[in-house]
């Protein structure tokens, strides 16, 4: 068979990244501050392309998904073609460098999708690969790719999370109804959904209002899953949750922060303490946590995305400032009325700068999903 021509090579390496990215969600959540990188490795001995290498960040983020390709590969990586979803590192961590690693197997062309903002890689891993005489192609599905690692290129870049903002709105646009506690507003194939949104996140945040009224566990409710809750945080500048909450008790399972005021009640936080409750010491802007400084030690925990499960008041300061990075809305079928709370967002109003990537239904409820340009 001719190899094939430059059309031809295209639309392969297009495909060929399609299944790197698909592979690299395998890990999505679980490769700490690292982000999840696919890699495939193919060559072609005259009959085709064939695979001979995968890998995907392992679990803790190392070792990284060129390391496993190339192993899985051998020797067969000589004169082969590999497809890395990110910019292979240039820089000696704990393990060698990938670019090197790529150099030293024998590649032939190195693809890649998304360039690595971190300024210990950015253009040296590929500069590192053309210095060996290896075929570089840069940003092939590089939207797709960067916006599937959004949290780990926004905490590179932003130095805070990425903020995903969840809402579940009625079919009038309400968020629930106060004194009522939680309202039921989407089925179970949406809240199955929620669940998977929350297991790949690293943090989970709402306001005190959320967990006085609705008394939320705030985790990962399926099977087979149920270890991948992320920790919750909690906006409670004067330490109101109280130690019966189920965020509380669950906390031998999953950690929780309360983002409170340096000022809060003492005794109130040592009980809390205690029980295993961690506190972020927060600075106070226009009555509220100062957003924007949380974010930043959230980003030095190691988390690099954060869903924003409201409540009202909690969703529109993060609005109001800027700060989300990615809205998910879903709507349910019935009406709340007149006197439910309303939504500081609907699919009608979303903030200038961010465009719709999907629209989905889940059972009997709607989907819609917008981002914006990191
Ligand atoms: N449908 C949905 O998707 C959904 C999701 C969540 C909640 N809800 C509903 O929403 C209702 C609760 O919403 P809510 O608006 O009353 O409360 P909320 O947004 O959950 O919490 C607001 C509280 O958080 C604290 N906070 C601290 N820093 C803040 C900041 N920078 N910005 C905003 N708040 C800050 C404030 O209390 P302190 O001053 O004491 O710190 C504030 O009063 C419940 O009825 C719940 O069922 C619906």
Not at 90 to 99: E, I, K, L, Q
Not at 209 to 219: H, M
Not at 294 to 317: I, N, P, Q, W
Request: glycine residues 12%.
């Amino acid at each position: 068979m001719a190899a094939p021509g430059k059309a031809e090579q295209e639309v392969l390496d297009r495909r060929f990244m399609a299944a790197a990215l698909r592979l690299s969600r395998r890990n999505a959540g679980r490769t700490s501050t690292n982000p999840s990188v696919g890699t495939i490795i193919v060559r072609d001995d005259g009959a085709g392309p064939m695979i001979v290498g995968t890998g995907v960040t392992a679990i803790g983020g190392r070792p990284h998904a060129e390391t496993e390709a190339l192993a899985e590969a051998g020797e067969l990586a000589r004169g082969a073609t590999a497809y890395v979803t990110l910019e292979p590192c240039a820089h000696h961590g704990r393990t060698p460098p990938c670019a090197n690693a790529l150099v030293n197997a024998g590649v032939a062309r190195v693809v890649g999708a998304a360039s690595d903002p971190d300024p210990r890689v950015s253009g040296k891993g590929y500069a590192i690969l053309r210095a060996a005489g290896i075929e570089v192609v840069e940003k092939v599905l590089a939207a797709e790719a960067a916006e599937q690692m959004a949290g780990y290129l926004i905490r590179s870049l932003k130095k805070r999370p990425e903020v995903i903002l969840k809402l579940a709105l009625s079919a009038d646009g309400k968020l629930g109804r106060h004194g009522a506690g939680q309202v039921a507003i989407t089925g179970d194939i949406a809240r199955r959904e929620v669940y998977l949104m929350r297991a790949e996140a690293d943090g989970i945040l709402v306001g005190i209002g959320t967990a006085l009224e609705d008394d939320p566990a705030l985790t990962v409710r399926l099977p087979g899953l149920e270890n991948r809750s992320p920790a919750r945080i909690v906006l409670d500048r004067q330490i109101r949750l109280p130690e019966t909450s189920k965020l509380v008790s669950g906390i031998d399972r999953v950690p929780l922060y309360i983002a409170a005021c340096l000022e809060a009640d003492p005794l109130r936080r040592s009980v809390l303490e205690r029980v295993g409750v961690r506190f972020i010491g927060t600075e106070t802007h226009e009555g509220g946590v100062a957003l924007p400084e949380l974010l930043e030690d959230l980003s030095a925990l190691g988390m690099a995305s954060v869903l924003v499960e409201g409540g009202a008041k909690v969703a529109s300061a993060f609005l109001a400032e800027g700060l989300v990075d990615r809205i998910v809305l879903f709507q349910g079928p019935d009406g709340i009325g007149e006197e439910g709370i309303a939504s500081p967002i609907d699919a009608n109003h979303i903030p200038a700068g961010f465009r719709k990537l999907r629209e989905m239904r889940f059972g009997e409820d709607g989907y819609a999903e917008w981002v914006r340009d990191i």
